[in-house]
């Protein structure tokens, strides 16, 4: 069976279809933060809007490229600053610098799966409690120095029976999927429903064809999330 993404992300997509989309202007600079699957192996010592290097080799560079090549004449300049194994409380730690020193007009934030990974080896002890009250007081922290700023909130997602996840993540996964929906609708932001995109996708080819160890994507995993995110950023 030929794989069309865009078929893919409309069904998984049209369930949210009243979440609000944002439209890109001329002069805007966005801004992508996150964790790993953010972060893809970016060059964290380049600073420079609209670099390969400094984008990363994920769903951020690819969404970029396409952005860049769409809007050419607005002179976007667009920014990756997730950071491998980052949990909210780790995000806020480095935000003045890596969020508002750079005032964005449009802040995507993909944020969650270490908040409840890293619970699974006893390595961190935070709760579902701790993830919405450490993302509200963010958003409220990023509102009150930029309060035009734009969000887009990703959901954490997890591709089951792929190596690192296992059954052994449901119910409790699900609670912090639900939480970063709560937050998106509470705050206006844009949602990308990146479980619904990975489930759907899964129902075509093996799971393991999309994500290496269940969370990590591969190259067609990252071609499918910038996908998603461009279906509610254009």
Known sequence: MAVSLPEIVKAAIQPSHS????????????????????????????????????????YALLAAAELLRAHAPKQLKIYNKGISGNKVHQLDAR???????????????????????????????????????????????????????????????????VKAVTDAWWPAFDEYRHAAQEIAHAYNAAFVPYQRVFDEASKTVAPSYWTGDGVHTTLAGAQLMAEAWLAVVK
């Open 19 to 58: 979440a609000p989309k944002i439209r890109i202007q001329e002069n805007d600079v966005i801004l992508f933060q996150g964790d790993s699957i953010t972060d893809a192996g970016r060059d964290k010592n380049n600073d420079a809007p609209n670099n390969n290097g400094a984008l990363g080799n994920g």
């Open 95 to 161: 935000w003045e610098e890596d969020c508002v020193a750079i005032k964005p007009n449009i802040l995507s934030i993909l944020i969650g799966v270490n908040d409840y990974w890293h619970t699974l080896s006893g390595n961190y002890d935070g709760t579902i409690q701790v993830y919405r009250d450490d993302y509200r007081k963010l958003l409220d922290r990023t509102l009150k120095a930029l309060p035009d700023v734009k969000l887009v909130i990703g959901e954490p997602f997890a591709v089951n029976n």
